[in-house]
């Protein structure tokens, strides 16, 4: 039952997906305070990285709030990178809210500040930026600025993007000439989206590095009390919601907001499906283009390989993974249930594993071609083989949970037989199990069984 209209302002979530303060920036005390007293400590540059929508924006948003409280003439150049479409409308908009800020923290200083000419583009406007920095700090030698650039990553898609890092990387090194403090947020790493345009990554070892990462367990909860008891909630409830989205603000914030809407946390579960789904697969673009998906995919699912310890501790500092005990053994799964299901169906869809999927597959045909013919266990053969070698009914049985619950979570038919949910090593357990049924195809005759 969904609650009336004129109720629906007082939903504590009213408006997820956009940028929060105060109490609402649930669970990022120990990052807003850590970042702000490093920013006002000394001139330093900060890099803020984390996956879509976990906070980025917000976290830096109440980190700037509580710098320009505590240093109120520093000014403060706040700027959204996906405003701009180039190096041109970037540098004369940094002069002139450059100019803003000073006529508001501090007149004196403006007119250290000359106007952009209404025709300058990147060259002549980043001149006026670099000669009025160092104006500033000529006057005062204590003086300084923070040029703060939220999604970073769009820099990616300018022509002159590569002209922008450097003058960025020229700001930011030279201290005692400019007394610049950079704080820079993306989904990228900063590195890559430096090597991506230039081949090395400077900037990215001159910043001091912050991963945004899903909420603990713990801070979840905290934001789960918002609701205040308008929505029943059980043991099952407040499980539901953790291994649905994992901690994530974005994906808790959403289904919350739906589950106070409709009174009931499966139903919320039930509205955000198509869009958690979305959300994933933006997610999937961001790590495929970062080199970083198919080792998340392999860590996590299937075969379980290791990966580059390079890649495995980018993995980590996101949060896309956690470190769980399964049957005595310690293993890596998705940052949520939820995602760990979206990552298993992407090893079995993604064609960037072709040749091993390829191989997956015919195999898999094969033993259902062997098993179900007529003189071996006929069409209804998964039955009759479980009832025939009981040690292969918990496999069967997990493959068929596995398939339930892929279709719960995300609102999808379910492949086409059990097969599509064995692991490669299950494969050969079934054959090793049913080797009567294909001894006479691997050994010819032998009665050798296979170790």
Not at 61 to 72: H, Y
Not at 261 to 267: D, G, K, P
Not at 321 to 341: A, C, D, N, P, Y
Request: aromatic letters at 8%; hydrophobic letters at 40%; glycine letters at 6%.
């Amino acid at each position: 039952m969904t609650t009336s209209s004129q109720n629906r302002g007082a939903n504590p979530f009213v408006g997820y997906g956009h940028v929060v303060e105060g109490p609402r920036l649930v669970g990022r005390e120990a990052e807003v305070r850590e970042l702000h007293e490093l920013l006002a400590a000394d001139v330093a540059s900060i890099a803020i990285e984390g996956q879509n929508r976990v906070g980025k924006s917000s976290l830096l948003n109440e980190v700037l709030n509580r710098f320009s409280a505590r240093c109120p003439t520093v000014p403060v150049v706040h700027l959204a990178m996906s405003l701009f479409d180039g190096g041109d409308d970037f540098c004369c908009e940094a002069v002139e809210e450059l100019q803003d800020q000073l006529q508001a923290c501090d007149p004196d200083k403006r007119s250290l500040v000359p106007d952009v000419p209404p025709d300058a583009g990147r060259i002549v406007a980043g001149k006026i930026l670099r000669r009025a920095l160092r104006a500033l700090v000529r006057k005062d030698g204590n003086f300084r600025v923070v040029l703060a650039l939220d999604e970073l990553d769009f820099i990616r898609s300018w022509s002159d993007g590569g002209a922008i890092l450097r003058l960025l990387r020229e700001l930011a090194n030279n201290v005692p000439r400019y007394r610049l403090s950079l704080v820079l947020v993306s989904r990228h790493r900063l590195r890559v989206i430096e090597e991506s345009m230039m081949g090395l990554s400077n900037l990215a070892d001159m910043c001091e590095h912050m991963f945004v990462r899903p909420l603990e367990a713990s801070q979840l909860d905290e934001m789960i009390q918002r609701l205040g008891g308008t929505v029943p909630l059980g043991e099952a409830d407040i499980n539901t919601i953790w291994s649905h989205t994992g901690g994530h603000p974005f994906l808790a914030e959403m289904l919350l907001f739906h589950a106070w809407e409709n009174q009931s946390v499966e139903a919320g579960v039930a509205r955000v499906l198509a869009t958690t789904f979305e959300f994933y697969r933006h997610l999937r673009d961001l790590l495929d283009d970062d080199g970083s998906l198919e080792h998340l995919v392999n860590l996590t699912v299937g075969r379980r390989e290791k990966i580059p310890q390079s890649r495995f501790v980018v993995l980590r500092a996101y949060g896309l993974v956690r470190e769980v005990e399964e049957k005595g053994t310690r293993i890596w799964l998705g940052w949520s249930e939820h995602f760990q299901g979206f990552l298993e169906m992407l090893w079995r869809e993604e064609p960037g594993w072709e040749q091993w999927h390829a191989t997956e597959q015919a195999l898999r045909d094969f033993i259902e071609r062997t098993l179900s013919h007529e003189e071996k266990h006929g069409p209804e053969w998964v039955e009759k083989v479980q009832k025939k070698y009981k040690n292969l009914a918990p496999l069967f049985e997990r493959c068929q949970a596995q398939a339930d619950k892929e279709q719960r979570s995300f609102d999808l038919p379910v492949a086409g037989r059990l097969l599509d949910y064995t692991y490669p090593l299950e494969l050969w357990h079934i054959i090793s199990t049913c080797w009567e049924d294909f001894r006479d195809v691997f050994t010819a005759g032998s009665d050798a069984h296979p170790r």
